[in-house]
């Protein structure tokens, strides 16, 4: 059983009506440009209205930093943030101890964007296997205490072997049969990732663009109880 995460990949106003149409939704996604454009104000209005709020802003800085960045995440009331796992084990330890109980920190590992060739030149390595590489960094993400990982769905059972049992497996990439695959090189329907062992699935335009976003929304809910 996975929850499913709406990305509101949207303007506030679109968001906010999208949401007025869907109340059943449980948990959202604000990312960066969400945030640069309504700040804190719309994550505690999502908070106000019930939801559970991921917080996607994929810090990467010193412990410090990201330790403080973290702790505004928590008193915000965000139940899930994310960072980079390349920030290192320092970075992440610092960044879990902030989070406390209530909130989940999530380390990305190699961003879906990168090119094996992109990867390798930016590490500054002849040559990787992306998927070494993620479970290399799962296994980091594990040892530093965060509560999980975010990845591709071709990438969960390699996580989730990392995370052992109980680590948060957060899966974008989710389209049932039929729906456009947009950018998303690598997909997989919610039945699938949930079976697989994902726990939170992130679904973007296959209900924002959806003609019935709450019929969409259901039938992805429905197929991630596995
Ligand atoms: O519209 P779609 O379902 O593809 O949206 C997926 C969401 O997950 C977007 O907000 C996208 O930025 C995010 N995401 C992703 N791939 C990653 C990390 C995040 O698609 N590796």
Known sequence: MA?????????????????DQIPEARWVKVGSILFAEEGPAFVREMAGRGLSVFLDLKWHDIPNTVAGAVRGARA????????HTLGGSAMMAAAAEAAGPSLGVVGVTVLTSHTPEGYAEAVGRGSVTVLDE???????????????????????????????????????GIRRAGDAAGDQARTAGPREAAQAGATHLVVGRPVLQAQDPRAAFLEMASAAEG
């Open 3 to 19: 929850e499913i995460i709406i990305a509101l990949d949207l303007p506030g106003a679109d968001a906010r009506r999208l949401l």
């Open 76 to 83: 915000l009331g965000v139940q899930m943030a994310t960072i």
């Open 134 to 172: 993620v479970a290399r960094l799962a296994g980091a993400a594990g040892r530093a205490g965060l509560r999980g990982c975010v990845c591709s769905p071709h990438e969960v059972a390699t996580v989730r072997a990392q995370l052992g049992p109980e680590g948060w497996v957060v899966v974008p």
